[in-house]
């Protein structure tokens, strides 16, 4: 998905709708994170659509606040203590994750559930075409990103704890009844293809794969970089993980590749240094030992039919007054266009 760097990038005042009781929060902070000094400053990131994010800086440190935002929310968003479980089971493995520090769930506290994280130092890139990389690092780039999303898929969730973070099987098929729901609840218009989409996805799904931890929305802006190497330090932003399809997840992570038109040239991406599609697939495939090649069009066509339900629960989000990205409205508008491109895949593919 494309996103306005100019407009996403940094911190600014904290917005009016999302302010909070600074003296409440540096309490809590006091009490709950070892080694606290306090006399807090708080800046709001830009951009994020869905939780508000803050940076918090105290004497000593920088710390990152997530909370869920204010307002009438769909009840599947803004998971935001399911980001904290996540993240805190991960530090027991060799996936890049910030620290956690503390969970509040009191509302009392600054008016909504939030968890606060370190703040991890890094770059954040947002054109997966990689206009300012020269062509050895784009290839490393693109490797550690694979490699990154591979080592999350070859984590068995029983061993850190996440036995209940998800319902085991059947993990597309539940992906595509919250989808639509989230679609229905949040709809605006009638989308002739996205109706389609509804009624055929649920009886043509993937076939089963090992239970894994998925993230959901593994793309290059969720992921935070070295600031001089090329290579990712940290997954961010976990707020629609569970435990499901690794290979979903993946192919999810690949739309860059249909949604980029320079990734769709191949010729572009060999003088870039960046695996082809079919090279960085055959790449993931090597470290986990799955084989999708045959099924890689229907999970294509089941992520754009995702992406379609993800940016119209953006437009509801306009609608009911909870939006945190100003632009969202216009993001919103590429709805149709997903939902077509999804259909014709089926079309051209599968009938």
């Not at 996936?95 to 506290?109: A, F, G, H, M, R």
């Not at 559930?113 to 490393?140: C, H, S, T």
């Not at 799904?205 to 290579?231: A, C, Q, Y």
């Not at 999810?252 to 249909?258: D, I, K, L, P, S």
């Amino acid at each position: 998905m494309e996103f306005n760097q100019k407009e996403n990038v940094g911190t600014m005042g904290v917005l009016e709708r999302h302010s909070f009781n600074k003296e409440s929060l540096q309490s809590f902070m006091e009490k709950n994170i070892s080694n606290f000094e306090g006399n807090i400053e708080i800046e709001e990131f830009q951009g994020g659509q869905s939780n508000p994010t803050y940076l918090i800086k105290s004497k000593n440190k920088s710390y990152v606040l997530r909370r869920k935002p204010p307002g009438q929310l769909l009840k599947s968003a803004h998971a935001v203590d399911r980001e904290y479980r996540v993240i805190t089971a991960l530090r027991k493995t060799d996936v890049p994750v910030p620290k956690t520090y503390s969970l509040c769930e009191d509302i009392n506290i600054i008016g909504t559930v939030f968890f606060i994280m370190e703040y991890v130092q890094g770059r954040v890139l947002w054109d997966p075409a990689l206009p300012d990389a020269n062509k050895q690092e784009a290839k490393e780039l693109y490797f550690s990103m694979n490699k990154t999303l591979a080592k999350l898929h070859s984590v068995d969730p029983l061993k850190i704890g996440l036995e209940s973070f998800g319902k085991p099987g059947n993990y597309v098929g539940r992906q595509v009844s919250i989808w639509t729901k989230q679609y229905t609840d949040s709809e605006t218009e009638k989308i002739s293809s996205m109706d389609k989409l509804i009624e055929w996805l649920p009886g043509n799904l993937p076939s089963e794969k090992p239970l894994r931890i998925v993230h959901g929305d593994f793309s290059l802006t969720n992921l935070m970089m070295h600031l001089k190497e090329p290579k990712v330090i940290a997954i961010l932003d976990w707020e629609l993980s569970t435990l499901g399809d690794p290979c979903a997840d993946f192919s999810y992570h690949c739309m860059q590749y249909r949604l980029n038109p320079k990734l769709s040239d191949k010729k572009y991406c060999k003088e870039k240094g960046i695996p082809t599609e079919r090279e960085y697939l055959d790449l993931y495939s090597e470290k986990t030992g799955f084989d999708i090649k045959e099924e890689w069009e229907l999970y294509m066509a089941y992520n754009l039919f995702k992406s379609a339900g993800i940016l119209q629960g953006i437009i509801g989000r306009v609608r009911d007054g909870t939006a945190a990205n100003k632009n969202a409205e216009e993001v919103g508008a590429r709805v149709k266009p997903l939902a077509d491109s999804a259909w014709s895949l089926i079309e051209n593919n599968f009938m």
